[in-house]
């Protein structure tokens, strides 16, 4: 027999409207309460510790504010001081809220709902089991980072700097990503290659031992959970030793081969073994295996070992796969310009001199293939007039339906950069609104003041070349200047928009996986247009997997400051799941509310499977859903799936709701509902509302709150009608894609709800209940001044079906279940 | 000048000689202009020359000079200097119409005497040899 406390708040708020000591005689009388004391306060919590160190007590239920004001104190208090009880077996019965304060103006009603909930509190303490604070878990203090770009390199210091492992997979062979081949960083129109240098630095990356890099490698496999990943990396064979490669060129002088160079985006040339640029890191040749005639056909060639002076060469190296074990993976994997080839009317691959954005980076770059020079490259001389078409293809649903962010900015700065070098040439500038967000307007007003720059509002919708003098036309119409507009042009550069690298080249890991592949998982969601899939605002570093992390352009398109930005959080983020203690939500490791799975029960029909929102769940041998708890992040979206309820959370499970519900004294007079209330959002908005002086209809009996309203389960909705409650309403946050992502922190947990009670609608006919006695409403925290006239709504329609024909059978000690499957 | 079909072609129209004049005599800073149209907005002649003063800090900062001198603009100004006080990028709308009144006369003077102290002897004497 477990003993309750039971402790009521007598703070004015309380007794102006309810007889505490009227309510300590009832509460005396509910089954397992030991104990019932009046507190000063619910901080007061002295007396509680006493009682439970004195095992007059096991348990304990507060009466008193809301639980969103004080169960995380009383937990951590009282927790700390006996530390052998279980947070679970304290709970708060929020009697000022939604007692006092809900029915302020009918004491007796008011009085009724202290003790409804203080019943229903002492109900659910009795069944909470004992989970210990918090559970050791073995976690491997190693970070997987894919890409070693700016954001990677970022983020490899900072991994690093906490004491953790590093393990940097790039795929080229040079590290610095797309930052090496940009001309300029704006605003401060600094060379973006002494930015690399400067993490390099800090990275101390040859000597470090904490930090791996791998160039020229790529990521198999990623599998297994968090904080004990599996990875596989395969090294492809550079063929050259960058250690013994002095980068002298005499082997890139004797190559026969010449293929377009990727780094200078076609532009320029490039032998089959070459020197990626100037100022690679590392600083050794390389061979392309495509190209090298000698790799295709041994024997053929093999000039360039033979010139080798230090013998660096050995083209007959073999990859070299290995697996690791990590904690946490950082996504950051970039962009690729989007394709210019399909944008037709601009005529990028028709005529040369059309160019992409990406492109005039190269020919401004001093490592570039003109030096760093405004050459046209079709023409061999400097342009008079250069047009640049912004939005070719982003913001236009045919080819990119985002705005590309940064491209308005980088087209400023190339322009800038031109009219310094060239003041003789115009610029043009077609754009449809110049977004340079922030401080970037500064830097678009600077720009506008170049007498050789000029802006025009429009779409740029064609160029042609003129037959007679070669000239390329732009056409647009200069919206506000309200004609159709021409300018003639030796140069039109396109400035395309960023397109995720994983959607461009999908790697191999994309389809590894535990359950569901990372494909599935992270990619495939078209909304975010196969950038990686996360909450953009709460938690945006987060993927929908657990210790799998995102940063940079892998996330959406962001300049470089932003991607820097972006690293350091996402690192902050790994670091936080491998070192982290079960203080905070973000700790899913160590928080031993673990999911589990009761497999008498389970059915195997694969519904947690598939709405679980992390891939939480594989099988196991026989067949049974098999939890990772180290995956979960305690949503409760699968208990409230389960049609078997077979599975549960130690915090949120069948017991501890229909405990609370069964204790409710059902009334053959009147009709009673239940609210069920999303605790991050509904909850709060509903006691704010109290708060502010509204008043619930006296119908409302109990008011539960539940971590996602995607985490209740039909089948205590179908057992509470059975017993005889009249009405349910749930209250969750909004669905839909009015942004770029649904307002649940937990993806999809109100459409989850609304699909299963749509589901539910046939069942509650056969039992012959009417089916709008479930409702599912959608409640914000911002809602709070609307909550009550949705709540009261709700009752009117209860009203009007009238009483609920199980009420007569109340109390027929219908178990778990009625009997029907669905 | 306008091309077939009535497109303005802004390369063709551009007038080197008068934009590099008005640059050289007044400055840049009327190009920050971002044509939110504050100026129209509180002009109060606006309504008897549509987009005035907004269109000729357009015009202007694309060197279209010829697509000016069809508007009334210059030439009503009454320096009120509403627009200036106004404008959200200081780009001084009044100062660009009274300096638009000059470069205009500059072009249409038939002595050339404005023209000489306007765009300069140099600048004259080459757009003499050109044909202009």
Redesign the interface.
Known sequence: MTKVGVYICTCKAVTEVIDVNKLAEDVKKIEGVELVKFIKSCYDLDEIVKDLQEKKIERVVIAGCSPRYVLDIAREKITNAVPDISPLWIEVAPIREQAAWAFRNDKQRAQEAALTYIKAYVARVKVAEKIPKEIEVERVKRVLIIGAGIAGLTAAVDVADMGIEAIVVEKRPYVGGKVVQLARYFPKMCPPYCGIEFILGRLRARANPLIKIYTNAEVLEVYGSPGKFKARIRVNPRYVDPEKCLACGKCSEVCPVEVPNEFDFGLSKRKAIYLPHELAWPYAHVVDPNACLELKNPGSCGKCVEVCSTGAINLKEQPKEFEIEVGAVIVATGWEPYDATKLEHLGYGKYPNVITNVQMERLLAPNGPTKGEVIVPGLGRKPRRIVFIQCAGQRDENHLPYCSAICCGATVKQAITIAERCPDTQIYIFYIDVRTFGLYELFYKQAGKYPNIFFIRGRAWKVEQDPATGELIVYAEDTILGRKVSVRADLVVLAVGMVPSLRVNPPSWYKSGVGRSWEQELLKIPRHQYFVESDYICFPMETKRTGIYACGCAMWPMDVQTSVSTAHAAAMRATSIILGKARTEYSYLTDPNQIRIDTIKCTQCKRCTEECPFDTYSFDERGYPKPDPLKCRRCGICVGACPAVALSLPYHNTDLIMSMIKSIEIKSDKPQIIVFACVNDAYAALDIALKKGKTLPPEVELVIPVPCIGSVNMRWITDALSLGIDGILLMGCRSGEATATQQCHFIRGPDLERTRIENLRDTLQKMMIEPERVKLIEITLEDYNIVVEKITEFVEEIKKMGLNPMKQFAGGGMEYGFGYTF | MT?E????????S?DEEL??AF?KRYG??F?????CATCVSVCPLSDIVPGMPR?DM??A??GLFDEIAKRLSPWICDQCMECSRHCP?KANPAKVLAALREIMTAKYDPTGITRRFIIGRAKAKTSKESGK
């Open positions: 091309t079909a009535g497109i303005l072609d802004l390369s063709k551009f934009y590099n640059i840049v800073d190009k920050a202009c971002m044509q269109l357009l015009l900062g694309l990028r």
